[in-house]
């Protein structure tokens, strides 16, 4: 299928004004309006896959890239007012959707299809099962009260749930602290650092800011003082919302028969049932609970040591510093030291060179329009030269920008229409992060981990552009929650390679490439505390399960007390307000424990790299054949399946992170 280029005028939606964002939302509420009345006023009789299933489906191909890209420029634009009118617009839009979609007679359309009983295979097969499966936990077998509870409350999660994002996300606070105060940090740190009238400097939540100085500041007051800042980020406001999302979400549940919100929110997932995820997680916990104890008690031990007082106890502010002492005195891999080998310029082309050979494609430059200055645009091709579609990089912090790192699309891939010739829309994206700018004669210096979580996000933009679902819903990154984050998980696993790290690095002074020694110390540090770490995913997972298990109104903060002296034997923050800055826990729900479970299948499709080439332009096509372009036309487990040519189990996963040989025997991950 045939891709058509795209020229300036289809990025015209980065300069969109507020008016034009309102209008083009406005647009689209009315445009799915229409179609769904046209779908309704079909005749029994004259119903077909085309004329109900795929304008269900595509109801909203006409305006949904302007969906995507006003969802974008959200995040991304440098303008208070295109921010605030598309974070506007787009909870107008979520609840007019809420609205139009909760109609009794598009449940209808589909059962008057259904009953003519067509065959239907591969992708059409399962569009129609997920839409009936869809329109089932929408609620349309219940008696017209509880269906109207159901939208109701769907609509106060919606409006309460973008409060609490943007609680999140406007949260600002700093302390003030002394140039003495700053000690344990690099020097170039703290010339980083705003400073105030006295020359005292300002240290924010920022992640630039925030996590350098709680893993390196030796002042424990000092670390304390900001932790506990972060850990009321949200606020209390924010708890409030979350009991009421938590109480809304397991009434939900209830009402369509569900035990509570996982249970319901499970059953699409590879997952299935909350079962299968509290058997995944008692495995996982039995192997690492140890490895994690003896991770702590080390870490106690040194602060013994330090303080010269053995009565002296870890607090949950020293778990990152000392990690990273002990990181620095047993592998003295200085994060701040492996960034001078990578400047963006050379990841950039590293990763671009290794993407591109592995997987069949070329980048190219393109100077498309952009919302802000510093964006860069790129055209993928395959290697014969035919399109793929584009991407954007926006990569360093601005004031209202997206904080974290994340891969949004503006443009899903799909075929345009029933006909079997139509043209395939061309996909383009975007990759965010927040890096540090060039400063002076620096470039711009990625830290190992930037390095990994660029990889990761790129991996997105692949599976999102290399796509040939022809349905839209299945497209790209439009795959089972659990496993989405799979694919792109798997690449991080380059960015351990000596071969790749050489390749990848030059020392912006000297033009080395990492010495082979640093390269094993990182290594080798890669899975210092790993037991921990893991730990500390299975307690972010479980309070995750905890909340939406519950079926009677519980206290977040408590919950999280409680689950975090239990799983660490550590006391939490007196004051804190953790929950009310956990924002996974709006669009994530019931799925933390997704990372673990799709890293695990990550370990075991990389295995296959590690086997036969971990640069392997063979196994790569297999891959981007087999993984990403089918996206979620077929069920991930058959996808998994199909590369792996076996069952998928857990062994590369434990033995990647140190906690098992290669050759030892795991359990099955999953049947
Ligand atoms: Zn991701």
Known sequence: MNRKAYTSEDFAWVNWTPEIIKQKINEAIEAKKVCYAVIKAIAPSERTFTNTVFAIESSEYEHIDAIAQVEFLMHVSPLAEVRDTAQEMVDVLQKAIVDIEYDPDMYRAMQEYAAKDDLLVGADKELFDDMMRTYKRMGFVLEPEKQQTLKDNLKEIAELATGFEKAIADHQDHIVVRKEELRGLPEAYINGLKQDEEGNYI???????????????????????????????????????????????????????????????????????????????????????????????????????????????????????????????????????????????????????????????????????AWHESVLWYRVDNANGSLVGYFSLDLFPREGK??????????????????????????????????????????????????????????????????????????GTNTARDFVEAPSQMFEYWVWEREILKK???????????????????????????????????????????????????????????????????????????????????????????????????ADMFARFRTEGVM????????????????????????????????????????????????????????
């Open 504 to 602: 990848m690095s030059k020392h912006y002074v000297t033009s080395e490439p990492l010495p082979d020694e640093l390269i094993d110390r990182m290594i080798r540090s890669k899975n210092h505390a790993q037991g921990y770490s893991i730990l500390r995913q299975l307690f972010l997972g479980s309070l995750d399960m905890t909340f939406h298990t519950a079926t009677e109104p519980i206290d977040p903060v408590a919950v999280y007390a409680d689950l975090y002296k239990q799983m660490f034997e550590l006391e939490p923050a007196q004051d804190q307000l953790w929950p009310a800055g956990f924002g996974h826990l709006m669009h994530y729900d019931a799925g933390y424990y997704g990372y673990l479970w799709s890293e695990v299948y990550a």
């Open 203 to 369: 240290v924010t939540l920022a992640y630039p800011d925030y996590i350098p100085f709680s893993e390196r500041c030796d002042s424990a007051p000092r670390r304390k003082e900001l932790i506990d800042k972060f850990n009321r980020r949200g606020g209390p406001a924010n708890i409030e919302r979350l009991k009421r999302i938590l109480e809304l979400r397991t009434e939900n549940a209830m009402v369509l028969g569900y035990p509570n919100h996982a249970a319901f929110k499970l059953e699409d997932r590879m997952a299935k049932t909350v079962e299968m995820v509290t058997e995944f997680y008692k495995d996982l916990q039995k192997i690492v609970t140890n490895p994690a104890k003896l991770d702590l008690q080390l870490l106690a031990e040194m602060k013994k040591k330090e303080l010269g007082d053995s009565s002296a106890r870890l607090a949950y502010y020293d778990i990152g510093y000392y990690i990273q002492r002990d990181k620095m005195q047993g592998y003295a891999v200085d994060d701040e030291v492996t960034r001078e080998y990578f400047p963006l310029e050379r990841v950039l082309d590293t990763m671009f060179d290794l993407y591109a050979s592995v997987l069949g494609l070329q980048f190219v430059r393109e100077n498309f329009p």
């Open 402 to 475: 997206y904080g974290h790192a994340m891969m949004h699309p503006h443009v899903q891939g799909r075929r345009a229409s029933r006909e079997l010739d139509a043209p395939y829309v061309t996909p383009t994206c975007g990759v965010v992060a927040n890096f540090n700018p060039s400063s002076g004669t620096t470039p711009s210096l990625l830290s190992h981990n930037e390095v990994q979580t660029l990889f990761h996000e790129f991996g997105h933009a692949m599976h999102s552009l290399v796509t040939t679902a022809v349905h839209m819903s299945q497209a």
């Open 616 to 671: 392997s332009p063979t196994i790569g096509m297999e891959y981007r054949k087999k993984i990403l372009e089918v996206g979620s036309s077929r069920d991930e487990m058959e996808s998994v399946k199909d590369f792996l040519g076996r069952m998928p189990n857990h062994k590369a996963f434990l033995a990647d992170m140190g906690l098992a040989s290669h050759d030892e025997k795991g359990g099955e991950a999953s049947e």
